[in-house]
């Protein structure tokens, strides 16, 4: 693949979006590609679901239409897959939809065993790639985060925070999630923001780790806090017990 596997396009009901995804094949033979779509959610605990074409509440594959299905690279060069995004002339569609072309290019044709793997098992490597499209509708009708679970952990030996965050709302965000840590007189510590900076789209979750292993053996509160990136922020409390 040539560029990013994720394509946005802001746009409102009725509006046509069109855009260009390169597939270049880097092999010294020339490669078959296959093109199509699946609908795609991801959850905090590592899951991913690739499920039917528009199976899903928020897929905008039958918006998207796409050309060629299959192709023929040729060896050291790319193609080009043309596609478009013609959301439906209905005013209640607000925040954002969205659903993966996968690109995949066939297996090589098998090649006639050596006798010296006669009697082995030959493997051919299939190359896939999703490439993301999404469409942003409006400014969404509900911007929410979810804290959905939070636990201390050890993480390669250090105590962590993990947090597992849902995007509750209609709109994809990238929060920004840290901890301001007070001792128990009040007193500010220490702040420690979790570098993870992922896209969260609408019903899918994330985790977010947050490496306390620098404080002082003590118990301490937190105040946890999720920043969607536009007017409104999100936040719980939370005890630290870091007594070893």
Same mark, same amino acid.
Request: charged share 20%; glycine share 8%.
């Given at each position: ?17 069109? $855009? ?99 009697? $082995? ?113 999100? $936040? ?9």
């Amino acid at each position: 693949m040539v560029g990013s596997l994720v394509r946005e396009h802001t746009q409102q009901a009725g509006e046509r979006a069109e $855009g260009v995804i390169l597939v270049r094949n880097n092999d010294d033979v020339p490669r078959d590609i296959v093109v199509h779509q699946v609908d795609y959610l991801f959850q905090a605990d590592g899951s991913n679901e690739f499920a039917e074409a528009g199976s899903t509440p928020r897929s905008n594959a039958d918006w998207i239409r796409f050309s060629p299905n299959q192709t023929l690279v040729p060896a050291r060069s790319t193609a080009q897959v043309y596609y478009s995004v013609q959301v439906p002339a209905q005013a209640e569609l607000q925040g954002s939809y969205w659903s993966l072309l996968m690109v995949e290019a066939r297996p090589l044709p098998a090649t006639e065993p050596t006798p010296s793997i006669r009697r $082995g098992v030959q493997l051919n490597t299939v190359v896939r790639y999703g490439v993301q499209i999404i469409t942003d509708i409006g400014g969404g009708q509900g911007t929410a985060l979810t804290f959905a679970s939070s636990a201390l952990q050890p993480i390669d030996g250090k105590p962590t925070l993990v947090l597992d965050i849902e995007n509750s709302g209609d709109l994809q965000l990238r929060p920004t999630v840290w901890i301001d840590i007070f001792d128990q007189d009040g007193a500010r510590v220490d702040r420690v923001e979790s570098p993870t900076t992922s896209r969260l789209l609408p019903g899918c979750s994330a985790r977010y780790l947050l490496d306390v292993s620098h404080l002082a053996p003590g118990l301490y509160n937190g105040l946890v806090i999720a920043d969607g990136g536009d007017d409104r922020v999100f $936040g719980t409390d939370y005890s630290l017990d870091l007594r070893r």
